[in-house]
Structures are given as C-alpha cells and as structure tokens.
C-alpha cells in the first residue's frame, strides 16, 4: 500500500517524542522540583534561602579585579550548571525529536491564544534566564512565534511558583503580591505586543532549516540514526555558540559588581536616580534562579529603601546581558529592545507602587 508524500513528510517516530518527554520530566525533577521542594522548607524554619550572590557572606561588593570576576564565575556557575546543561538538552532536542507541526499549531500563532500557552508551559520549567534561553533558540528555530517565546522565556523566572514561595517567607508575602501582579502584566503584556509587532513577519530569525526540511514539519530522515545524529548536531552546535559569549559576559559582570552596585545601604533612598539605577543594573545583571531573593533580603537588611529594593525585584530575574547574547539570533532587534524596556518599565512601576504603598 502507497503512503501520499505529505503523510510520509507529516509523520514521527513515537520513541523520540518519549524521550524528550522522559528528559524534561526526569531533568526537571532532578534539577529542579526536588531541590525546590526541599528548599522551601528552609526558606519557611529560616526565613532565609542563603546569601546574598552579589556580596557574599560578608555583604560588600568586592571591587572590580579578576579575582572577583573568578569568584563569581564559579560561584554562580556551580548554581546553574545543571540547569544550564538541561536547557541545552531540551532546546536541542525540540528540533530533532519533536514533530514540527506541534510547535508550530501551539506556539506559532499570533494572537493572543499562543501567548498564553507560552506563559502556562513556562511555570513547570522553573529555569533561569540563562539556562532557559538554549530551550528559546530551539523554540524559535521551529517556528514558534516571538510573542509565545518571549512569554515562555520571561514566565520562567517571573511566574516560577518556587521563587514565589521563597518570596513570601523570606521576603513576605506583600512582596509576592506585587512581584506576581507585575509579573503577570510583564509576560503576557510583551508577549502580546511582540506578536503584534510582527504581525505579518512570522518568520525565524535564526538560521534557515536544513535541506528537506519544509513548511510541513518534515524531517530529513526517520531513521533513529539519522535523528540522533541531527540532535548531537544541534547539541554540539548550540553549546559551542552560546557558552563561550556566556562565561565572558559572565566573567565581566563579576568583575563589574562594584561598578554596577556602588553603594548598598540607607544612602541608596528612593530617589528616581537610586530607582533607575537599580533598574538599569538589575536588568544587566545575571543571577541563578531566584538570587533575587537573597539579593533584596540583604540589601533591605543594609537599609536599602524599598523603592530600588523593589526594581532589583522585578529586573533581576528576567533577562541578563549574557541571555540576551544568547538569544540575540531569535528575535529582531526591535523585539529585544522593547523586551529590555517593558523590563526596565516594570522596575520602576514596581518601585513606584512599592513606595506608595509603603514597603
């Protein structure tokens, strides 16, 4: 019996899409659900989660050397290393086990339905900005749209339920409040002006698909050999891209912690030139999943007022110099610029409402 081209060009092995199941789902658990389970518990005995990254136990920012830019290096890598290799496994995978048309029927849309599912697959995933932008390429590269991408990637740190958790016995649960409400208006907000800034340009902006690879979803071979060996290529080529710019750019941000950070105590007021400031550095600077936790309970300890304490809040977590790097290919420059400055936007909104309510 004669299969038609297109059901040939249509069809997937049932044992890659298993695999990547198992992956996400033993990687996840691994890397992230049991650690976190754990860790609220401390967080809920302590009221505390560790110290803060940027100053370390003995709450001072060290001054910009190479030293400081190794230290950081090593402290935040053996954070994220895990979670970094996971998110280059999954976003690899996503272009060689899943059926393309799968992405692209509830991803690739542009109204407001894509979004949204970009926001609620973001909440399991729990991965720092960092370590889920491997996962983004790979998203992007199989026709997912911007608005869905960038919700999925900023929803992992601003929707994660156990920074939220950490949030509220550490920090208090005004605080969550406020992060989730922004939060919310942050991911759907810039997902939906995303998809609407490239209506009528709903195309990948990364590398073009391999020969044979159509608009149907085709895959250029079936064969388990063939596929795996399109997975190591992706996994070899997306690793040796993104880590080199990421360990620099990390290297340089731990160095300039001091330049970033200058001051951290009740001379950093509320004033809109600490406000912005805050905002601009969080923003730029790159931390593990919920660091920012840490970071405002010792800068609010030091009396750091609550306006600068709540833009770190709201601009530390979703995007970073080094994550931006590595997604620069996946989105047009107009998409990351109106990324950075809903970010920015919200820091200081966060700031204002923190303020006025009187954190």
């Known amino acids: 019996m004669n299969h038609h081209p297109s059901s040939r060009r249509s069809s997937h092995p049932t044992w890659g899409i298993a695999i ?17 389970y754990s860790r609220a518990f401390v967080a809920a005995d302590t009221h505390s989660i560790g110290s803060s ?30 979670a970094l290799l996971l998110g280059l496994l999954l976003g690899s995978a996503l272009q060689a086990l899943l059926p393309g048309h799968w992405i692209k029927r509830w991803l690739g849309g542009l109204g407001m339905g ?23 390429n790979g998203l992007r590269k199989c026709q997912a749209a911007p608005g869905s991408t960038a919700a999925y990637w900023l929803g992992n740190t601003m929707l994660n339920p156990a920074t939220l958790v ?7 649960w005004k605080w969550v409040g406020l992060r989730l409400a922004l939060g919310l208006v942050m991911v759907i907000g810039l997902g939906w002006v995303l998809n609407r800034m490239n209506q009528g340009n709903h195309t990948t902006v990364d ?59 009740v001379s950093v007021d509320n004033s809109v030139l600490w406000i912005l400031g805050a905002a601009v550095a969080g923003t730029l600077f790159v931390i593990p999943t919920a660091g920012e936790v840490p970071i405002v309970q010792a800068m609010l300890s030091l009396g750091v007022a609550a306006g600068p304490a709540a833009a770190l809040l709201m ?44 954190f």
């Open 114 to 136: 894509s979004v949204m599912t970009g926001s609620l697959l973001s909440i399991p995933s729990m991965m720092c900005t960092c370590c889920s932008a491997p996962v983004i």
């Open 53 to 82: 990254i940027l100053t370390g136990a003995n709450g001072t920012v060290p001054a910009p050397s190479l030293q400081a830019a190794l230290d950081y290096a090593v402290t935040y890598g053996l954070a994220i290393w895990k």
């Open 20 to 36: 990547f199941i198992l992956i996400a789902l033993a990687g996840l658990f691994y890397v992230k659900w049991s650690p976190y």
């Open 207 to 265: 590398v073009p698909a391999e020969p044979g690879e159509q608009s149907q979803g085709a895959r250029p071979g079936m064969d388990p050999a063939s596929i795996l060996r399109r997975w190591a290529r992706a996994f070899a080529g997306m690793t040796l891209r993104l880590l080199p710019e990421y360990l620099i750019l990390v290297l340089v941000l731990g160095a300039a912690r001091a330049w970033l950070f200058p001051m951290i105590g």
């Open 166 to 172: 950490f949030m509220g016995f550490v920090l208090g």
């Open 315 to 358: 601009t530390l977590p979703p995007v970073s110099l080094p994550s931006l790097a590595m997604v620069a290919r996946s989105f047009r420059r107009a998409d990351l610029a109106v990324l950075v400055a809903g970010v920015l936007a919200m820091g200081v909104l966060a700031a204002g409402i923190a303020i006025a309510l009187g």
